[in-house]
């Protein structure tokens, strides 16, 4: 059976999705044509704990034999740091990763957009991130690995990347500016194929689907739907919506889903303004830390006459 040599790592609502739609369409490289959802093997402990065999046969068991390259996607490899790490090191020490960073206060945001989305928040984005430390210690069983409101968290690169580092070389983990890769610019693509071994280094893919969250109106009222509707059949009606499907057939279901249609807005909220300094205070060390351990810029993630509380240099 074949077996993975790259992972596209990290980081949630970083840009994960739309590298995977953009190398899928390589013709030497393999990827799992099922999107949703994604492995998380080395994150989660009950998927870990089917065990190597079952990992490769779920994902790898019909990878062609002219694939050179054999990837999978999950965006909780870098959240998971040293505990991942250390789980991929013991079964494939010579992996390469691929980790897409994006602005974390801007990434921050998006996550909290997709968690109303899923009908799992309920509060402002000020007071899920004034309240996460807290809702994080009381979150039980799955959830508390799962952590959907560890918000932050996810955002603190340098951290996790110098876990990473503890168990693989630096030739062997290639970080890519999410803002600097789009439809408009498939230029970081070139880096990618090199870092991977493509023969084929002048693929132009085509256009990838945006992945942007779509807006919730009341983040209350998603929640109470996911609830009324059950886990399975919510996420399945989300899906419905996004393709503008019709799922329901029981008269007494059409009210509620009329309702969930009603409550989604296809636009891009901006971040709230009067969290932007607090998100900025929250992530300007790891910033700083970041610039030290990647090749590129990332200056414009913060105000650069910006100050983090308490002074600074």
């Known amino acids: 059976m074949r077996t993975p040599n790259f992972i596209i790592g990290g980081t949630a609502a970083g840009g994960t999705s739309y590298l995977y739609e953009l190398l899928i369409q390589h013709s030497e490289i393999y990827l799992p044509q099922q999107r949703i959802p994604e492995p998380h093997y080395y994150y989660k402990s009950w998927e ?8 490769l046969k779920q994902y790898f068991d019909d990878v062609p034999s002219d694939k050179i390259v054999i990837g999978e996607r999950s965006s909780s490899y870098l959240y998971g740091g040293k505990k991942v790490a250390q789980r991929i090191a013991k079964d494939f020490p010579k992996m390469k990763f691929i980790f897409m960073l994006r602005n974390p206060i801007q990434r921050t945001w998006a996550n909290y957009r997709f968690t109303c989305l899923q009908g799992l928040e309920e509060l402002s984005f000020k007071e899920a991130i004034t309240q996460e430390e807290q809702r994080i210690k009381e979150s039980q069983g799955i959830w508390r690995e ?5 918000y932050t968290g996810r955002g603190f690169y340098a951290k996790q990347l110098k876990e990473f580092l ?26 990618i194929y090199e870092f991977l071994g493509l ?3 002048d693929f132009v893919p085509s256009f990838a689907p945006s992945h942007t969250s779509l807006s919730v109106v009341n983040a209350k009222l998603q929640k109470e739907l996911r609830a009324y509707f059950g886990d399975t059949t ?28 009603n409550n989604i807005k296809n636009i ?25 351990l990647v090749n590129f810029d990332v200056s414009d993630w913060l105000n650069p006459i910006h ?5 600074g240099g």
Do not use: H
């Not at 870990?48 to 990992?55: E, H, I, R, V």
């Not at 100050?307 to 002074?311: D, I, Q, S, T, V």
């Open 166 to 191: 503890e168990f693989f070389p630096k030739e062997q983990i290639l970080c890519i500016k999410s803002e600097s890769l789009s439809n408009a610019n498939f230029s970081p693509l070139l880096k």
């Open 268 to 292: 891009k909220e901006v971040i709230p303004e009067n969290c932007v300094n607090l998100l900025q205070d929250i992530f300007y060390k790891d910033i700083e830390d970041l610039s030290k």
């Open 199 to 201: 023969k084929e280094k």
């Open 48 to 55: 870990y704990a089917k065990g190597l065999d079952w990992y």
């Open 234 to 261: 919510f996420s399945q009606l989300m899906n419905s919506v996004r393709r503008e499907e019709e799922l329901i057939t029981k008269a007494e279901d059409k009210e509620k889903y009329e309702q969930l249609k």
């Open 307 to 311: 100050l983090p509380a308490g002074g």
């Open 146 to 150: 799962i952590a959907p409101y560890d």
